[in-house]
């Protein structure tokens, strides 16, 4: 039996002999050699020629043509060899093993490519063998990997400290793993999305279909953080009880430094404080404001839009403490042929430098964390990789009260990912991460899905714990 799994951005297919020859190039003669400098402690590969090469691939050929379930399986992006997924070793007796992927080609460790191969994978072997277990062994500097791994729903398992040594320094040993019961209920039990929007700000789905969602994806808790508003948190709460998943009561607060947008996360907020919540409407005015701007920039261009316009296109009518965002605008200019998409929107007239970017007066991430923490809340600054200025972030931890940093996200690489771990370890401060989900637009999901950016749930226990009682003011 001859093993194809097509998926929709790579294919998974059995090895080939002509396919050896391939991967001896990517190992010894190719320029592009990146993917061994993440293979750390494990396999410190020294040059051997092809015939030495070979032999090593005769027991995966064997199985070829066979009902026995492959331990290595080629990955193909665009018909060509470009990686490999395998599984390295096997406890008999606990009936589980560890599995690894290979990308050659480095233009494809981002865009998917390699969690989707190593998700299809994971699926395979659940399926063709009774195991109990998928794990992976990796150490703290393959921070690829330990993201790649938790996108595919495995949560840590053991660190030993400084058990491993690669090029002189000094690494954690990591084990991570995700059991069957886990995998098939969707493989993100024991995990979180902390960054999510709705109906409330930018979202295109009612807090209560975000909740289900996170359950429908086996997630253990969803936090909604609307931009300037709680409006949403309530309806979410509600949802939360009755599908049997966490809700982490959130918020995003556009501030500004550096002239870029800077958004400051808080989570755990009191939703009720009346003082936080005039402050919220004080940023609900501005970005009103940012709007009116926004529209008369495109009027200037020749666009014939209104703000009326933007609204009739939400199809409701908006709440007291609920405002539109610029993609409620890129939706308008889309239905009136401005703009091929959302992406398209942005790229020409909303996004930073853009024809029609409007940037108003906002107050600092400073002064953000400070209501937030006054409000019983904990900090932590999103998406550091979209500002695109790692000494601007670098100064806004060392101002600011932040208390954590949102070191995975749909937007981030895995270069970005390690940055801000590193980043999180020099401060301090805790690991974030979250999708980032607003829903669809035009078919296309913006950031990405719940659940597809999580966090281990020991995170929230690990913002109790930072988050301060509300000043009564």
């Not at 040059?47 to 009902?67: I, M, N, Q, R």
């Not at 480095?106 to 794990?135: H, I, K, N, P």
Request: hydrophobic share 40%; with cysteine.
């Amino acid at each position: 039996m001859a093993i194809l799994i097509q998926g929709d951005k790579v294919t998974l297919r059995d090895l080939r002999e002509e396919d050896i020859r391939t991967i001896y190039y990517y190992n010894f003669e190719a320029d592009d050699r990146e993917h061994l400098e993440w293979d750390g402690p494990y396999y410190q590969r020294e040059w051997e020629s092809y015939e030495d090469l070979e032999p090593k691939f005769a027991s995966t050929l064997a199985l070829v043509g066979t009902d026995t379930p492959r331990n290595r399986l080629i990955i193909e992006i665009n018909c060509e060899l470009k990686g490999m997924v395998s599984r390295y070793w096997v406890s008999e007796e606990t009936n589980w093993f560890e599995i690894g992927i290979t990308i050659y080609d480095s233009r494809y460790w981002s865009g998917g490519y390699g969690t989707e191969a190593f998700r299809m994978w994971m699926s395979y072997l659940f399926q063709a063998m009774d195991t109990v277990r998928l794990g992976i062994g990796t150490w703290s500097g393959n921070v690829r990997m330990m993201g790649l791994a938790a996108k595919c729903g495995m949560i840590e398992e053991a660190r030993v400290r400084k058990a491993r040594i690669v090029r002189g320094e000094y690494y954690d040993a990591i084990k991570m793993g995700i059991l069957r019961e886990e995998w098939e209920s969707g493989g993100l039990t024991g995990r979180c999305d902390l960054h999510t929007h709705t109906l409330s700000s930018d979202g295109m789905q009612p807090p209560a279909e975000n909740v289900r969602l996170a359950h429908e994806k086996g997630l253990a808790a969803v936090a909604i953080t609307d931009h300037d508003t709680v409006a949403g948190v309530a309806e979410a709460l509600e949802a939360g009880r009755k599908y049997g998943i966490t809700v982490v009561p959130g918020v995003e607060i556009s501030t500004r430094a550096g002239g870029k947008e800077i958004h400051v996360l808080g989570y755990y907020i009191d939703t009720e404080q009346e003082l936080f919540l005039s402050r919220l409407a004080e940023q609900r005015d501005t970005r009103a404001q940012r709007n009116d701007a926004i529209i008369a920039k495109l009027q200037e261009l020749g666009i014939e839009i209104t703000l009326d316009q933007v609204i009739a296109g939400i199809g409701r009518e908006l709440k007291p403490d609920e405002s539109v965002g610029r993609p409620h605008i890129a939706d308008e200019l889309v239905r009136l042929g401005a703009a091929e998409n959302m992406r398209d929107a942005f790229d020409k007239y909303l996004a930073e430098g853009a024809a029609a970017y409007v940037s108003p007066p906002r107050i600092t991430p400073e002064l953000a964390c400070e209501w937030i923490i006054e409000a019983g809340g904990t900090p932590v600054l999103a998406h550091p990789g979209i500002y695109g200025d790692d000494e601007l972030v670098r100064g806004i931890i060392e101002r600011s009260a932040l208390r954590g940093i949102e070191v995975y996200h749909s937007d981030h690489s895995p270069a970005d990912a390690e940055r801000y771990l590193s980043l999180a370890g020099e401060f301090g401060l805790l690991v974030t991460g979250g999708s980032d989900f607003h829903g669809a637009r035009q078919g296309v999901v913006f950031h990405g899905e719940i659940g597809s950016v999580s966090v281990p749930i020991a995170v929230l226990e690990q913002l109790g714990q930072l988050k301060q009682k509300p000043q009564q003011l």
